[in-house]
């Protein structure tokens, strides 16, 4: 997800390349990618969702990427969600907008 907006090689060695010494970027995003998607399945409060953001943020800062280009993978969540989810019942429906909410909430911050 935040790989595809890098360059196809850049993209491919933040996939491939593992370890936190031969792909620091990768683990960086990695991880916080994995601990803000926990925090939205889970429901987290705002504040808990805070750090692993920065953290992404601040990679992608140092990077020529615009304010806005640093946080697009998180409005890029929506859509990944939403491929996945190609028929929902009115009930998943509902609970499925209140996702988005919460990946709106978190691209504000």
């Known amino acids: 997800m935040a790989a595809g907006s890098y360059p196809p090689e850049t ?5 491939e390349n593992k370890g936190r010494f031969a792909n620091p970027v990768g683990t960086i995003m990695g991880e916080g ?16 969702m805070h750090v692993p953001l ?3 943020i601040k990679v992608r ?8 280009g640093a946080v697009a993978f998180v409005i890029g969540l929506k859509g990944i969600v939403r491929d ?21 909430r978190l691209a504000l911050q």
């Open 11 to 15: 993209s491919k060695f933040l996939n």
């Open 33 to 48: 990618l994995e601990d803000l998607f926990a925090g939205l399945i889970e429901g987290a409060e705002d504040e808990k």
């Open 54 to 56: 920065e953290n992404i």
């Open 61 to 68: 800062a140092l990077q020529d990427f615009s304010a806005s």
């Open 84 to 104: 996945e989810l190609q028929e929902l019942s009115e009930e998943n429906f509902a609970a499925h907008l209140r996702f988005e909410d919460r990946i709106d």
